[in-house]
């Protein structure tokens, strides 16, 4: 098998650098159609770099393993796809109670009647449906795998999810996407996002490399907490105790998964069956 060497030093400079370009024409546009397109066209951009990527490389490997990611279904272990929901679950219940210990309202276990956001009059549904499985499309279709291939996945957990965060920077002043909304409501709320994607990535590669890295997982997991996130009608100030929550959430992973987070035998191997 010929031997593929993934450089996540050239993806995330073009990824940064093309999405941060369209999302500043977004910040700058005055129409909402012309919003939603340039913010749509940022958000597919990690997808289409990694697309890209892969199918220039020459590497018959490579495209293989991510046709396999994408569509091999035989990868997923469905177990622990309903393990993730229910810990995130969990995690959802335990912030709320909490936050009713201290004051806060019963209601937050209700639905909410609505999504708290609209980006260019488009549908918060079809926003959170779209980034959940395009991000998943670039991030694990390359860009976990290109910093997993030199670290172990413990390490490339804390890698990708500061990476991760950063990305959603511009998203803070895009009108109305979710971050906008938080920025609105002060820096507290913008930090607390910022920091609870760290913990949360160590879930989304535990699913990942749990189901054999298959995108599809992933996607389904992704799709689950953006929903739990909008439709919960839980309070800004409960979203804070639940990042809490996550990081002992992702603890208690990380220690019953020591063999997963901390081995190096895939490190220069991932393309190997």
């Not at 779209?130 to 413990?154: C, H, K, M, N, T």
Request: glycine share 6%; hydrophobic share 50%; proline share 3%.
């Amino acid at each position: 098998m010929e031997r593929y060497t993934y450089r996540p030093f050239r993806f995330y400079i073009t990824v940064f650098s093309v999405t941060w370009f369209f999302w500043l024409i977004a910040i700058l546009c005055k129409e909402n159609s012309t919003l939603f397109l340039f913010m749509f066209l940022g958000l597919i951009t990690p997808a289409v770099v990694a697309v890209i990527t892969v199918f220039t490389s020459k590497n018959m490997a490579l495209k293989q393993d991510f046709k396999r990611k994408i569509v091999g279904f035989y990868r997923i272990k469905p177990r622990y796809i309903i393990l993730a929901v229910g810990l995130f679950a969990i995690v959802v219940a335990a912030s709320i109670g909490t936050s009713i210990l201290f004051g806060g309202s019963v209601k937050q276990f209700s639905f909410t009647e609505d999504f708290s956001f609209s980006v260019g009059g488009t549908s918060a549904l079809l926003t959170i449906l779209l980034a959940s499985s395009i991000e998943e499309l670039g991030w694990r279709g390359y860009g976990e795998d290109a910093v997993g291939a030199y670290f172990s996945w413990f390490k490339e957990s804390i890698i990708f999810g500061v990476i991760w965060a950063c990305w959603h920077i511009p998203l803070f002043w895009v009108p109305g996407t979710y971050q906008y909304g938080l920025r609105e409501m002060g820096i507290i709320y913008v930090l607390n996002f910022l920091l609870s994607v760290i913990p949360l990535d160590f879930l989304q590669t535990w699913v990942y490399v749990k189901n054999n890295r298959s995108m599809l997982a992933t996607i389904i997991f992704h799709i689950f907490i953006n929903i739990m996130q909008e439709k919960i009608n839980m309070t800004p100030e409960t979203k804070c105790i639940e990042t809490l929550f996550v990081f002992i959430a992702a603890i208690i992973v990380v220690l019953t998964n020591k063999d997963l987070f901390f081995e190096t035998e895939h490190v220069g191997n991932l393309l190997k069956e």
